[in-house]
């Protein structure tokens, strides 16, 4: 923990501002436990949830 993320979270909140821009907004995989836990410190909310759902296509050559 050498403190990069929150420095580059920091550059970013200032870009933000500066831009006049009141709403950061990002993602990260759901069992990515440590950047849930690093985004809460940073003062994130949960807000909205995504889900998907895969799809696999089989071919299937008859042959007579």
Same mark, same amino acid.
């Given at each position: 923990s050498r403190g990069y993320g929150s420095h580059l979270m920091?550059?970013?909140?200032g870009i933000a501002k500066s831009e006049g821009i009141d709403?950061?907004?990002?993602?990260y995989w759901v069992n990515n436990e440590r950047a849930k836990n690093f985004y =809460? $410190?940073?003062?994130?909310?949960g807000y909205r949830e995504s889900v998907y =759902? $895969?799809?696999?296509?089989?071919?299937v050559q008859l042959t007579g």
């Open positions: 920091n550059y970013i909140y709403l950061v907004e990002l993602d =809460k $410190k940073q003062g994130f909310m =759902k $895969k799809f696999w296509i089989y071919l």
